[in-house]
């Protein structure tokens, strides 16, 4: 009996002694592993994406909600180690350049005095980030916002020195935290002996073209080999990307160090491209009426031209006839200017289902005529005669054909701009998956993850995300690159990856933690 | 020593007492060290609580009941899936007691009895996972009231009285899971008041079969604190129209502070004294904790649901010595939170509380009453289903929760 009350005593003092504790406490060892992986040194390789560029700038916030610095959190319960950034200044964005503008603060969502939102570059303060205030490193995440798959390579040590800016030579992100001005990006990765790398390389060798509304050149067509000759503008050649490629993976991959390699999504996955939409003519009944007459008359004038050169009359009935463009009431698709060839005389033509228009096209134009047709009370007039059955001069018909204001070229993407940009980018993830498998790297595909996103949207925690602009959650201000909660998805899909590869078992992240845009009313 | 190993026994295995939701039943040190029963005890002017009616049997002319004790508690959350964690860092909860019993003649008495049966107090780290439900939160209510109590037999007699409640309330939580200002800094708002005030009332009524056996019924009424003159705090809102302007403003907001009842028994046998009661807590009327606000932000609505609970009490006393009476008690607290309505600001699941204690004579007038309870909560899966995010969404935020608390307290009895 004594015995048994003195076990009671202890027992029940034990009891009292005892703070909460979890069967299962996260903390303990065994609850999450690395796998085959090794955390402990994590370097993440790239561009913007990686830098944690959003709103069109680079700041603090963005930086620590990059998908890289959300992923070594998570791999801190599994041996991670400290993972470095080079933070801006500040929160403002922009970035001081000696002998230049700065480049522009980040963009808020600010509020009009009629109540309507829209991205404004933030005004409330300067930028206080300087490129030539070099940072000492190294730096885990290694992103640099512009740069393409041949910047990184050896060959392109200098990238980050401060002397090539003037010369477009240089990147102003990497000369921030470049090991000296000579090193290359591939360079300052490979010294810090990485354990783990993530690389997701190649979206500017194609965005680059595409965010220009395809102005450049496309260099698997030109067969240009030379990367330094390439404009900021142009599509790489699939043999240069290749080879950069190679040369990154080979030598981050060197010695079996582990690794993710991240795929690049297509350019429909981006707000940037199907924000405005091809088809965003929106006319009532006489509208739709008064231009379909002004494109008959535009036929009747191309007729006359035509046959006028002495072509048979019924050959430029026909010729003129693709100008003969019917619209309804509703929505209509614009005019996109195309080249003036002997069988397209006028250069344009209405586009098509998938060509796309970019976010940065100005819609206050478009509401005017842009697009379409500027239909001045002087252009009105001369439908007028031609309706009555009169015969305009050639002056008149000259206006007619002038008020005819098809998109530039820079302000859209049409199905050849399209095919290029589609063309590069399979080849691209092609030469990306290849080398995955070929070094027995983990392989993201975030392409796959992105087009969820804009096709239906990805279900989180009290909602969906989408690329809706601005509504969607998934991207920032600028419609090209993720907002906080995209890089969450891009961590999770990361995440999904390695334990497939590598049999890692982390925690994921709750998209719905992560913030979307910034609404600001501090703007000029 | 048997009878040193007997009170080691008693103090330190016997602790337990709380209840669920905000409700803290800690209103006397006696009552307490035997489980929290009382409604059919005749041993002190604690008698004011737990049930008017049986003050016209207390001996002495005059008695007194002062007591506090210590809350010590704790709670820790995890989620194993998205690695997150996080524990409270609760200050020390110190509800008191004062209880007063006058006989006017040999069928009436009168008392007065000042007590804080709710109340809650929960600080997670700032910007927790659960941040949009709650950074921190300080609920307290003193209720003061006024008794009467009727002999109408030597069987029968009935009791009540008038109950004022006073309240305070400091809560703070983020807006949101996600908005910030542009420096990242979390959007929050806290609302605070104080001298919130209403009435309420109880009655009692304690039936005696015989010198051994008693019988008791209490009930208290609801009391609902409307909160109207407080200030809301907002705190890094982006200075945007889009979302409200930061500074003070006013609010309104009710909390109910539930109806309770009560019946239970106590049989005394030479030496010894068992006590029974059963609890029905209406927490029914907790349906919904909505707050709007004056300076137009979209009002906060937090749907509770919970559902009224029954707490099942057991007390024991010995009278060891002349001077020392022994106290032993244990109690089963249901949870009024229902699935999938489990906010962190109130996390309390279903719980086993054990209690113990003894009185010294110190005088044949003067007696210390000390009190020990620990609380053991068992750990759950819980979440709370119906959180509103930024763009009006539903969303769920849950985890594994465990709770601790236990609570020393002391006290002092005095007759004459």
């Known amino acids: ?524 | 020593m048997r009878k040193l190993l007997l009170l080691v026994l008693f103090v330190s295995v016997t602790a337990v007492t709380y209840a669920g939701g905000y409700r803290v039943s800690v209103q006397g040190q006696r009552a307490m060290a035997m489980g929290h029963t009382g409604v059919a005890v005749v041993n002190s002017a604690e008698l004011v609580f737990f049930n008017p009616a049986g003050l016209v049997y207390l001996e002495n002319k005059l008695n007194v009941s002062v007591g506090a004790s210590a809350i010590f508690s704790d709670v820790i959350f995890q989620n194993e899936e998205l690695g997150a964690s996080a524990e409270t860092d609760n200050s020390v909860g110190t509800p008191i007691n004062l209880y007063v019993s006058y006989k006017l003649n040999d069928w009436m008495s009168v008392g007065l009895g000042v007590y804080t049966p709710y109340g809650s107090e929960v600080t997670w780290p700032t910007d927790w996972a659960g941040s949009h439900l709650v950074n921190n939160i300080d609920l307290s209510a003193i209720f003061i009231q006024p008794t009467v109590s009727f002999k109408l037999s030597e069987f029968l007699s009935i009791g009540g009285g008038p109950i004022y409640a006073s309240g305070s309330v400091n809560f703070n939580r983020n807006a949101n899971r996600t908005t910030t200002d542009l420096d990242g800094n979390r959007s929050n708002i806290t609302v605070d008041d104080s001298g919130v005030s209403n009435w309420g009332w109880t009655v009692g009524a304690m039936f005696n079969f015989n010198d051994n056996l008693r019988l008791g019924f209490n009930y208290r009424s609801e009391i609902t604190i409307e909160s109207e003159d407080g200030e809301a705090i907002f705190a890094n809102f982006p200075n945007s129209p889009g979302v409200p302007p930061n500074g003070a403003t006013g609010f309104k907001a009710e909390l109910p502070l539930p109806a309770e009842l009560t019946v239970g028994l106590s049989y005394e046998y030479e030496k010894w004294l068992f006590a029974f009661d059963y609890n029905r807590q209406f927490w029914g009327v907790y349906e919904s904790l909505d707050l709007t606000f004056e300076n137009g932000a979209p009002p906060s609505i937090n749907p509770r649901n919970y559902k009224n609970s029954s707490v099942y009490r057991f007390g024991l006393q010995y009278q060891a010595t002349e001077k020392i009476a022994l106290r032993a008690g244990y109690y089963r607290d249901e949870t009024p939170v229902q699935p999938g309505f489990f906010a962190p600001e109130t996390p309390r699941n279903s719980s086993d509380g054990f209690s113990g204690g003894l009185s010294f004579a110190v005088t044949s007038k003067l007696a210390i009453d000390a009190s020990f309870f620990y609380l053991r909560f068992e750990e759950i899966d819980a979440s709370y289903d119906f959180g509103t995010n930024s763009t009006g969404g539903t969303e769920s935020f849950g985890g594994t929760y465990k709770s601790g608390a236990f609570a020393p307290g002391l006290g002092l009895t005095y007759k004459l």
């Open chain 1, 1 to 524: 009996m004594k015995n048994n009350i003195k076990y009671l005593a202890i027992l029940a003092l034990g009891l009292v002694a005892c703070e909460p504790e979890f069967d299962n406490p996260i903390e303990d060892a065994g609850t999450y592993s690395s796998g085959e992986a090794d955390f402990s040194t994590y370097v993440a390789l790239g561009n913007s994406l990686t830098a944690g560029f959003a709103d069109g700038a680079l700041y603090i916030t963005g930086q620590e909600n990059s998908y890289p610095n959300i992923l070594s959190k998570q791999f801190a319960f599994a041996g991670g180690g400290d993972f470095t950034q080079p933070l801006m200044d500040d929160n403002t964005g922009g970035l001081l350049i000696p002998g230049t503008d700065p480049l522009s603060n980040r963009l808020v969502l600010a509020f009009d005095a009629m109540g309507n939102p829209g991205p404004k570059p933030f005004a409330g303060a300067a930028p206080t980030t300087s490129v030539a205030n070099v940072l000492t490193g190294p730096f885990n995440n290694m992103g640099v916002p512009g740069a393409r798959v041949y910047h990184l390579v050896s060959a392109a040590a200098g990238y980050g020195n401060i002397a090539g800016l003037a010369t477009g030579q240089a990147n102003p992100y990497f000369v921030r935290f470049a090991s000296s001005p000579t090193a290359a990006i591939i360079d300052d990765a490979v010294a810090q002996n990485p354990t783990f790398f993530s690389l997701w390389i190649g979206n500017n060798d194609i965005l680059g073209y595409a965010t220009s509304g395809g102005i450049g050149k496309d260099h698997n067509v030109t067969g240009n080999l030379m990367a330094g000759t390439y404009s900021g503008d142009d599509i790489t050649n699939n043999m240069v990307f290749a080879g950069a490629y190679n040369e990154l993976v080979t030598k981050l991959a060197a010695g079996g160090t582990k690794g993710v390699l991240l795929n690049l999504p297509d350019v429909t996955s981006i707000p940037f491209f199907t924000t405005v939409p091809n088809n965003a003519l929106v006319l009532d009944a006489a509208t739709a009426a008064s231009l379909t007459g002004f494109f008959q008359a535009v036929t009747g004038i191309v007729t006359a031209q035509v046959a006028g050169t002495g072509v048979p009359l019924a050959q430029a009935q026909a010729l003129a006839s693709q100008y003969a463009i019917t619209f309804s009431a509703g929505a209509n698709r614009f005019l996109i200017k195309t080249e003036v060839t002997p069988t397209n005389p006028l250069g344009f033509r209405q586009m098509t289902e998938q060509e796309l228009l970019l976010l940065t096209i100005d819609r206050g134009a478009l509401a005017q005529g842009y697009g379409s047709v500027m239909l001045t009370p002087e252009v009105l007039q001369v439908l007028g005669i031609l309706q009555a059955g009169g015969t305009p001069t050639a002056a008149q018909g000259a206006m007619v054909i002038a008020a005819i204001s098809a998109i530039d070229d820079k302000d859209a993407l049409d199905s050849g701009e399209l095919d290029a940009i589609s063309t590069a980018r399979t080849s691209f993830n092609a030469t990306i998956a290849g080398l995955a498998a070929a070094n027995n790297l983990a392989l993201y595909d975030a392409a796959s993850d992105l087009a969820q996103v804009a096709d239906g949207g990805i279900a989180i925690n009290g909602g969906v995300v989408t690329s809706q602009f601005v509504t969607g959650g998934g991207f920032s201000l600028d419609g090209v690159h993720p907002s906080p909660r995209g890089h969450a998805i891009v961590t999770n899909g990361i995440l999904e990856a390695i334990k497939e590869t590598y049999g890692v078992n982390l925690p994921a992240v709750d998209p719905s933690d992560f913030g979307t845009i910034t609404l600001s009313n501090e703007v000029n």
